[in-house]
């Protein structure tokens, strides 16, 4: 499988066989050529985020370079056998010549697009030219550079539809894919008056695209902007995206602030792509399981707010053998003092959410063992009419206890932490 990128590979060409010419006068013109390709670290390579790192190409069997110069019409192609590049139809010229070399295709479709990680790299345009003019006799240096950017696109919400085309902002056309500019280092962007789609996909997720660099663009999803941070996207500057560079889109807003019943403002954020919109505090009070239960209007924060199910509140998950292992599942999870009171940080892990945080707080302060505690009420029923709770403990520094009670009190006189969600519309 591909890495992605490295923007720097060397052609090295020898020749691998001679065929004489019937003109004697004519020199003879010699066919057969073998690319060695080697894959160097540059600063230039692409930053997945601002974290630091970084995204390397490698070539894989059976990838292709077409290498042309400035004294043929077409160009030649050179498959990848594990090692080396290699051509049995490329041939020297007779004088020197500038020879031009396009990853991987002269012609690159940026329509209906996968989506997946790896099919970047079967898209990624890579463009270069020799420094001097050479017959290409002793081989061939091309210092090969991105000519792509990627969209790294989150679709927030469980059940949405992506449908991601791109335009052109000089001229509204939607962009198709790209194509080499013949005796030239680069592509250009092919175009088509008619809507164009690079991604369709169903529900939420982290999707990639490839799309050109260098332009200046507009990307939507339907007829809908996309969001950089908490901020709607819908054009680039006027030098467009930086070729071999990331850049991160969500289809919706991952954090906001929506009203109660109470005329209260309640901030809210979303942790993983799909997942709930968790307020980003407690009801007030205590509830019991009616009231915890209460839907619409009769909800303590009113229609707009309702209680998270057992599967919603899944943040991390947890092991017991000798001892307590949580490991990540949708998000980290870290002891934390917040105002004085401690509690669980949990943290976004998936692109799009690394930035997004929610704190539950223990209530009641140290028990008698020196530890803090919680229990966080869902809206699952379990079996024989049990409800549901995430319960922890937690000492000053580290997480003691942490699982999900299946034999939450349903009576009217047992009160629970309640942590809302915001209802999907």
């Known amino acids: 499988m591909k890495k992605i990128l490295y923007s720097v590979f060397m052609l090295a ?8 010419s019937d003109d004697t006068t004519e020199p003879a013109v010699k066919r057969g050529m073998v690319l060695k390709a080697n894959v160097e670290d540059t600063d ?12 390397r190409f490698a070539f894989a069997m059976g990838d292709e370079v077409k290498v042309g110069n ?52 079967n898209r990624y345009a890579l463009a270069g030219a020799t420094a001097t003019p050479t017959t290409g006799s002793d081989g061939l240096t091309v210092t090969m ?29 939607y962009v198709s894919g790209f194509k080499a500019v013949k ?7 092919d175009k088509s008056d008619t809507k164009v789609s690079l991604l369709s996909k169903q529900g939420a997720g982290v999707y990639y695209v490839v799309v050109p660099a260098g332009v200046k663009i507009s990307v939507s999803n339907g007829d809908k902007s996309l969001y950089s941070g908490d901020k709607p996207m819908s054009t680039t ?24 019943k109470l005329g209260e403002t309640i901030e809210w954020v979303q942790l993983w792509a799909g997942g709930p919109k968790f307020a980003k505090e407690n009801v007030a009070k205590t509830l019991n399981w009616s009231e915890a239960t209460a839907e619409g209007s009769a909800y303590v924060w009113g229609a707009n707010w309702r209680t998270p199910t057992k599967e919603e509140m899944n943040f991390v998950n947890a092991k017991y053998d000798e001892n307590l292992v949580i490991t990540p599942l949708n998000t ?34 140290k028990d ?24 922890f403990s937690i000492s000053e520094t580290s997480l003691n206890l942490y699982y999900f009670m299946d034999y939450a009190y349903t009576t009217e006189t047992t009160k629970y932490l309640v942590r809302p969600v915001l209802v999907e519309k």
């Open 13 to 20: 060409t020898m020749v691998l066989a001679a065929c004489s």
């Open 44 to 55: 230039t390579r692409a930053t997945i985020d601002t974290v630091g790192g970084t995204w």
């Open 70 to 121: 400035n004294q043929v019409e077409g160009y030649y192609t050179f498959k990848n056998n594990g090692t080396e590049f290699s051509s049995a139809d490329a041939l020297q010229t007779t004088k020197d010549a500038t020879w031009y070399a396009y990853f991987p295709d002269e012609t690159i479709s940026l329509v209906n697009q996968s989506g997946d990680l790896a099919d970047v790299a």
């Open 145 to 173: 550079k991105a000519k792509a950017a990627v969209l790294r696109i989150v679709g927030v919400n469980k059940d949405e539809k992506l449908d991601i085309s791109v335009k052109t902002a000089d001229d509204g056309k």
């Open 183 to 189: 005796n030239s280092e680069g592509f250009s962007v």
């Open 237 to 260: 500057k006027a030098d467009g995206l930086k070729a071999g560079k990331y850049y991160t889109l969500t289809t919706g807003m991952t954090k906001g602030s929506a009203e109660n």
């Open 332 to 365: 980290k999870v870290e002891v934390r003092s917040q105002d004085g009171v401690y509690g669980l940080l949990y943290t976004g892990i998936q692109p799009g959410y690394t930035d997004n945080t929610l704190f539950l707080p223990t209530v009641g302060g």
């Open 368 to 391: 008698k063992w020196g530890d803090y505690s919680a229990m966080y009420l869902t809206s699952t029923v379990i079996n024989q009419g049990w409800g549901s709770s995430l319960d």
